[in-house]
């Protein structure tokens, strides 16, 4: 997967398809041998910090560790030392601590170049999320983690019940089934704020919604929205958005549906979008609700289960474990204190709304 953390492994080169030759680092090596062998001495600390430099440049040319090593074993059996003092013993010796010394700093390299990757990685991710950075090299940098901004992308994010890293096995889980499924398919999966995100192809919409079965189960049941398909880099941060207001708006409306498409939810950004239009639709449509008995929240409660259960007292009346007349006695109050009646069509579109509102700007909770 392009980009993808847990598939990087380690340090190539790509100025160059041609492979390097590891004999380039055997730079000292025989006469290294041939002076340690007769006596049998250890190494000493400038000729290892040689050997751990040879590694170093070995790592960053490209050169694979396994062909570092044959080429010093060949080296050893051609150029074996020979004369007084010198046995297997002490020949095996000496080149055990080259190659260990070289094979150390060839991880060192590694590592290091691990963490570099890491870093301008999440520098990319960051930048691409949040809409920082020249778009131009924005869209230049995408190509490396297999992203082609000039076309539509559209992103998912995950929750769950604890905060992930990428290194964390959710994540790896996941990574692993999107692969064997998709391959290589210009997949960028990440973790930001303690979510999963997967940015996937607008017109390959089979890929988020796998991302969103795989994330929902590996998360024990976490939530899932899915942003709308965007072109162009700020297309990207604006279908993320989408995602995250369809996240927050899942939690204060308390829906518990597994999977929320932001192009599902598109009334609600419309009806806060003139917030003290909706404050004033609540407080004038609702807050005669404070002055009954037991305050507005019951009432609230009873409103939010009827609309909810599509105006079916029946459903209503399970969902609050009332009995039906119980709940039409509460729909009656209702119609008394604020005049409205849930049941008439007209004031049924107000009602609702001004629930919704209020639910959004957690009223009675929150003072308007």
């Known amino acids: ?17 041609a492979q390097p030759d590891p004999a380039a680092y055997l730079e000292g ?9 007769p006596t049998g001495r250890r ?8 050997r751990r430099e040879l590694g170093r440049r070995a790592a960053e040319a490209g050169v694979k560790l396994r062909a570092l090593v044959v080429a010093h074993l060949t080296a050893t059996r051609a150029g074996w030392p020979a004369g007084p003092g010198v046995t297997p013993d002490s020949v095996l010796a000496a080149a055990t601590q080259a190659v260990d010394a070289l094979a150390e700093g060839y991880e060192r390299a590694q590592r290091l170049a691990v963490r570099q990757e890491e870093a301008a ?20 940098r995408a190509e490396r983690y297999g992203l082609r901004l000039a076309y539509e992308h559209a992103v998912a994010v995950a929750r769950g019940a604890v905060a992930y890293d990428d290194g964390d096995p959710v994540p790896r889980e996941v990574e692993t089934a999107l692969i064997g499924r998709f ?4 997949i960028l999966l990440t973790t930001k ?3 999963l995100v997967c940015v996937a192809p607008g017109d390959q919409q089979e890929i988020l919604t796998f991302f969103a079965k795989l994330a929902h189960a590996a998360t024990d049941g976490g939530q899932v929205a899915v942003g709308r398909a965007q072109p162009g880099a700020a297309g990207v941060v604006q279908s993320y958005e989408e995602a995250l207001n369809a996240l927050d708006l899942a939690e204060r409306l308390e829906l518990d549906d597994p999977v929320l498409r932001a192009a599902d939810l598109l009334v609600y950004p419309v009806l806060t979008r003139d917030r003290q239009a909706m404050a004033d639709l609540v407080k004038n449509t609702l807050s005669p609700l404070r002055e009954a008995r037991g305050g507005a929240q019951p009432l609230l409660d009873t409103l939010t289960a009827y609309f909810d259960s599509g105006c079916v007292a029946a459903e209503a009346a399970r969902r609050l474990s009332l009995s039906v007349r119980a709940l039409t006695y509460r729909l009656d109050r209702i119609h008394r204190i604020t005049g409205a009646d849930p049941a008439d069509p007209v004031h049924r579109y107000t009602l609702q709304t001004a629930v919704i ?12």
């Open 183 to 186: 391959g290589d398919r210009r």
């Open 121 to 140: 990685r999440r520098e990319f991710i960051d930048d691409l999320l949040y809409g920082r950075s020249d778009l131009g090299r924005l869209a230049q």
């Open 1 to 17: 997967m392009h980009g993808a953390r847990w598939g990087w492994t380690g340090v190539t080169d790509d100025r160059s398809d």
């Open 29 to 37: 090596y025989a006469a290294l041998l041939a002076d340690a062998a």
């Open 357 to 368: 509102g209020a639910r959004l700007l957690g009223w009675p909770s929150n003072p308007l």
């Open 193 to 195: 704020d303690g979510r």
């Open 43 to 50: 190494l000493t600390r400038a000729e290892l910090d040689t």
